[in-house]
């Protein structure tokens, strides 16, 4: 996995300062392929996730740190980038990562045939 951008975001809440890093990532997976058309058993995809991660920090010193990912999202980086900023605007948690993006989640797998019919017809 590498990171591809980074927002943060800093918030105060009853004394206690909160770091929120939301991170783009990329990374790879292997795809199956219907053989019948093409030589090769599987292929690799080029895909994006999102990391939020946050950091509690109290008179400068970190005292908790709350991390959550989702590996793939959709081959294509400007949606993942889109939730991404969704979420730093909305200032979500990691512990809603996962409840916020379902949806989109569910969604944007379809992205993946999509790279694949493609790939396909050439």
């Not at 400007?78 to 989640?105: F, N, Q, R, T, W």
């Amino acid at each position: 996995m590498m990171v591809v951008e980074c927002i943060t975001r800093n918030e105060n809440f009853e004394g206690m300062e909160k770091n929120y890093i939301y991170r783009l990532t990329k990374n790879s997976i292997s795809i199956s392929l219907d053989t019948e058309h093409l030589n090769e058993d599987s292929m690799e995809v080029q895909t994006y996730g999102i990391e939020i991660e946050r950091q509690d920090m109290l008179e400068d010193i970190i005292i908790n740190i709350e991390r959550e990912s989702v590996e793939s999202i959709s081959p294509y980086r400007y949606k993942v980038h889109d939730l991404l900023k969704l979420l730093a605007d909305k200032c979500v948690s990691p512990v809603h990562l996962i409840e916020i993006l379902g949806e989109y989640i569910d969604e944007y797998i379809l992205d993946f045939n999509e790279d694949l019919k493609e790939i396909a017809t050439n």
